[in-house]
């Protein structure tokens, strides 16, 4: 146990950059900067929108590989949500799985296709569907692109703090950032 450690509690780390990319790349996947916005992230329902529904109303529209649908999906929502492999893989197994789609090789890519089961149930949900890059779009936006930028800010604040404070300003620093949480959930609970 070090000098500043708290008795009871495990002893602090020392600073690593490192570990500080690998917080940034997490926030950016899931929807806090990075080029692409909002991302999805594994399940039927992603950060940007649903899944499942967007992948059988682009199956509506022409055959499609897992690649061309999260690109499709990305173009659409003007790259405010571009799903992962991980949440659109397994929406296809599932679809499969139900008979909704079935797969078909064309120029040596697995191809998604819709069955007349699928057909049926696209036109049977079809109003709860809705447009999903759309209401990704909506949920993304500047307001979304500012509270990034004022994030990422604050975490390069924080990061400076720690590699040349002092522990005193390490403290005040960390202390500053639980009053920081404090009141964002304030602002939810006044709501």
Known sequence: MGPHDTPGRAPRRPFN???????????ARFGFGGPRGRRGRGGRRGRGGDVRAAVLLLLEESPMHGYQLITEIGERSEG????SPG???PVLQQLEDEGLITFERVEGRKSAQLTEAGRAYLEEHRETFGTPWQVAEERGGQPARESAESLRSLIGAWTQVMQAGTDEQRQQASEILADARKSLYRVLADA
Do not use: C, I
């Open 87 to 89: 949440s659109v893989y």
């Open 17 to 27: 950059p490192h570990e500080m990319d690998q917080h940034l790349e997490h926030l």
């Open 80 to 83: 405010e949500w571009t799903p």
